[in-house]
């Protein structure tokens, strides 16, 4: 491995000379607040940036929209920005990958291509009912066994379902289902492909992770005609080109699409049985890959595909725990306590604490994902004393995010799946110091920060890459990956097993 890094080291210096015509892969990150285009050169660095912010709407308590033209707009802006820098720079744009929020439900016009219903957003609880009736009918243990998946609003199947119903959808016209990914290859292809792939696939509650394709029976559940779905490809492969009167002004192939969180464990390069990471965003996501063999059902966890790379590859799966409240914990903090003016104030004024005077916040704003999967939760604050200030409230929310990262992992442990023996961390919270020994003392394992911060934009990166040519193998883009020094537990004390039995029984209050 050593005189392989060696060697790519020195092909990167020789791709890096000034005046060197580089081959470019960007990388469009369609996230849940924003969308972000990166240019990343042969060597894995970034070239440049460009990022737009969209819209968040809330028609009421517990749902969340997007406008799937503003998404697009969005992706269009950064796209032609990016494109335009890299041509003055002399470069040459080669392909594509596409990373997007997962689960978050779209439905368009077929012929016109005009959206029929705002998007239905990931962390929506409006189908929270229909859930629950299914449940109640007996659907659990059919779903389980055949999406890996629990039966839960967060998942698309119930999104869609709702949009059908509730959208003016003439029953003469015909309409196309998809997530963030397909939406955005259909507008760059003009409608000519609509496509995805097996990992935002696996989202939906209607892909049967063994046959790697739609479930008729699921589909016929939820009254989803399949036609209406996209066709499944490759995750690494070919979805189309852009078409000369897009963003791009020419046609350039879109060589992968992935989801975010599948896409952050391949930009961590988490290739290997057993690897797993944990991205802090909005919510946060532990993945650990599982490999070729299809995976037993987890209970509280969610079994999940991380990627396919090729037509004629098999799917490598992963288990996931799912977050839904961690960076907007400190939104929260930030926007309606006014605690602090920006979210880089948080570990500055938490450190004025040495503790957090006995308060533990359970953020669970949209009920709790992994493992409790309790739609019904709600955030609680306990061990309030007069004596509790804004340190302490600040640092009772670092805490939080790690003690949800322990219960995931946790419960990995008991069903006996592979023990994760470091932590891959990337994300926004991850530039805390505070947070990241805090993890570590609760896991009793390293933890482990990539020093390129853009994890999930380089997965999809490195998948279109792959694709087009521009990284041979998983050991080349295994040594692109850099981590800062490891963050190592203390072993010793008792504090963090105690801090944790405090966590659980506030857990224990939210479900009650």
Same mark, same amino acid.
């Given at each position: 491995?050593?005189?392989?890094?060696?060697?790519?080291?020195?092909?990167?210096?020789?791709?890096?000379?000034?005046?060197?015509?580089?081959?470019?892969?960007?990388?469009?990150?369609?996230?849940?607040?924003?969308?972000?285009?990166?240019?990343?050169?042969?060597?894995?660095?970034?070239?440049?940036?460009?990022?737009? $912010?969209?819209?968040?709407?809330?028609?009421?308590?517990?749902?969340?929209?997007?406008?799937?033209?503003?998404?697009?707009?969005?992706?269009?802006?950064?796209?032609?920005?990016?494109?335009?820098?890299?041509?003055?720079?002399?470069?040459?744009?080669?392909?594509?990958?596409?990373?997007?929020?997962?689960?978050?439900?779209?439905?368009?016009?077929?012929?016109?291509?005009?959206?029929?219903?705002?998007?239905?957003?990931?962390?929506?609880?409006?189908?929270?009912?229909?859930?629950? $009736?299914?449940?109640?009918?007996?659907?659990?243990?059919?779903?389980?066994?055949?999406?890996?998946?629990?039966?839960?609003?967060?998942?698309?199947?119930?999104?869609?379902?709702?949009?059908?119903?509730?959208?003016?959808?003439?029953?003469?016209?015909?309409?196309?289902?998809?997530?963030?990914?397909?939406?955005?290859?259909?507008?760059?292809?003009?409608?000519?492909?609509?496509?995805?792939?097996?990992?935002?696939?696996?989202?939906?509650?209607?892909?049967?992770?063994?046959?790697?394709?739609?479930?008729?029976?699921?589909?016929?559940?939820?009254?989803?005609?399949?036609?209406?779905?996209?066709?499944?490809?490759?995750?690494?492969?070919?979805?189309? @080109?852009?078409?000369?009167?897009?963003?791009?002004?020419?046609?350039?192939?879109?060589?992968?699409?992935?989801?975010?969180?599948?896409?952050?464990?391949?930009?961590?390069?988490?290739?290997?049985?057993?690897?797993?990471?944990?991205?802090?965003?909005?919510?946060?996501?532990?993945?650990?890959?599982?490999?070729? $063999?299809?995976?037993?059902?987890?209970?509280?966890?969610?079994?999940?595909?991380?990627?396919?790379?090729?037509?004629?590859?098999?799917?490598?799966?992963?288990?996931?725990?799912?977050?839904?409240?961690?960076?907007?914990?400190?939104?929260?903090?930030?926007?309606?306590?006014?605690?602090?003016?920006?979210?880089?104030?948080?570990?500055?004024?938490?450190?004025? @604490?040495?503790?957090?005077?006995?308060?533990?916040?359970?953020?669970?704003?949209?009920?709790?994902?992994?493992?409790?999967?309790?739609?019904?939760?709600?955030?609680?604050?306990?061990?309030?004393?007069?004596?509790?200030?804004?340190?302490?409230?600040?640092?009772?929310?670092?805490?939080?995010?790690?003690?949800?990262?322990?219960?995931?992992?946790?419960?990995?442990?008991?069903?006996?799946?592979?023990?994760?023996?470091?932590?891959?961390?990337?994300?926004?919270?991850?530039?805390?110091?505070?947070?990241?020994?805090?993890?570590?003392?609760?896991?009793?394992?390293?933890?482990?920060?990539?020093?390129?911060?853009?994890?999930?934009?380089?997965?999809?990166?490195?998948?279109?890459?792959?694709?087009?040519?521009?990284?041979?193998?998983?050991?080349?883009?295994?040594?692109?990956?850099?981590?800062?020094?490891?963050?190592?537990?203390?072993?010793?004390?008792?504090?963090?097993?105690?801090?944790?039995?405090?966590?659980?029984?506030?857990?224990?209050?939210?479900?009650?």
């Amino acid at each position: 491995m050593q005189q392989l890094r060696e060697f790519y080291d020195r092909r990167r210096f020789l791709l890096n000379k000034e005046g060197v015509k580089l081959h470019v892969v960007l990388a469009l990150d369609a996230g849940t607040t924003s969308v972000r285009t990166l240019a990343v050169d042969p060597s894995g660095e970034i070239l440049t940036t460009s990022q737009q $912010e969209f819209t968040q709407i809330y028609p009421e308590p517990g749902l969340i929209e997007h406008d799937p033209e503003e998404i697009w707009q969005a992706a269009a802006n950064t796209l032609k920005e990016v494109s335009e820098q890299i041509e003055k720079l002399g470069h040459e744009v080669v392909s594509i990958g596409i990373t997007n929020q997962r689960e978050t439900a779209i439905i368009w016009d077929q012929e016109s291509g005009t959206p029929l219903h705002n998007a239905i957003v990931w962390q929506d609880r409006r189908t929270t009912g229909r859930c629950q $009736e299914l449940i109640r009918q007996g659907c659990l243990s059919e779903i389980r066994s055949k999406t890996g998946l629990v039966l839960d609003p967060y998942f698309s199947a119930s999104k869609f379902e709702w949009m059908i119903k509730s959208s003016s959808v003439d029953s003469g016209k015909k309409f196309c289902l998809g997530t963030v990914d397909s939406w955005l290859i259909w507008k760059l292809t003009n409608g000519k492909v609509h496509a995805t792939e097996p990992s935002n696939a696996s989202r939906s509650m209607l892909f049967d992770l063994k046959k790697g394709e739609w479930s008729d029976a699921l589909c016929n559940m939820f009254s989803i005609p399949i036609d209406s779905l996209p066709e499944i490809r490759s995750t690494s492969g070919y979805f189309g @080109s852009t078409v000369n009167e897009g963003p791009l002004g020419k046609e350039v192939p879109i060589r992968s699409a992935i989801g975010d969180q599948q896409s952050s464990l391949f930009g961590q390069a988490c290739f290997r049985p057993g690897d797993t990471k944990n991205t802090y965003g909005t919510g946060s996501f532990i993945l650990t890959n599982l490999g070729e $063999e299809t995976p037993p059902i987890n209970d509280g966890l969610i079994t999940t595909v991380a990627w396919k790379l090729n037509p004629k590859a098999p799917i490598t799966y992963a288990i996931e725990g799912s977050i839904f409240s961690t960076g907007a914990t400190v939104q929260w903090l930030r926007d309606e306590l006014e605690i602090i003016k920006d979210s880089s104030e948080l570990e500055k004024l938490a450190i004025n @604490s040495q503790n957090n005077g006995g308060v533990v916040i359970v953020p669970a704003f949209s009920g709790l994902g992994s493992p409790w999967w309790d739609p019904d939760a709600r955030g609680i604050i306990t061990g309030l004393t007069r004596g509790v200030g804004k340190a302490e409230l600040a640092r009772a929310t670092i805490e939080s995010m790690a003690f949800q990262t322990r219960d995931v992992l946790e419960t990995i442990k008991k069903n006996g799946t592979l023990t994760p023996e470091k932590l891959k961390v990337d994300g926004g919270a991850s530039v805390m110091d505070l947070l990241m020994q805090f993890q570590a003392d609760q896991l009793k394992i390293p933890v482990i920060r990539s020093s390129n911060t853009e994890s999930t934009a380089m997965g999809a990166a490195y998948l279109a890459g792959l694709a087009s040519g521009i990284w041979e193998s998983l050991e080349e883009i295994e040594t692109l990956w850099k981590g800062d020094e490891p963050f190592l537990p203390d072993t010793n004390s008792p504090l963090p097993d105690e801090l944790y039995k405090n966590w659980l029984d506030a857990v224990n209050r939210s479900r009650n």
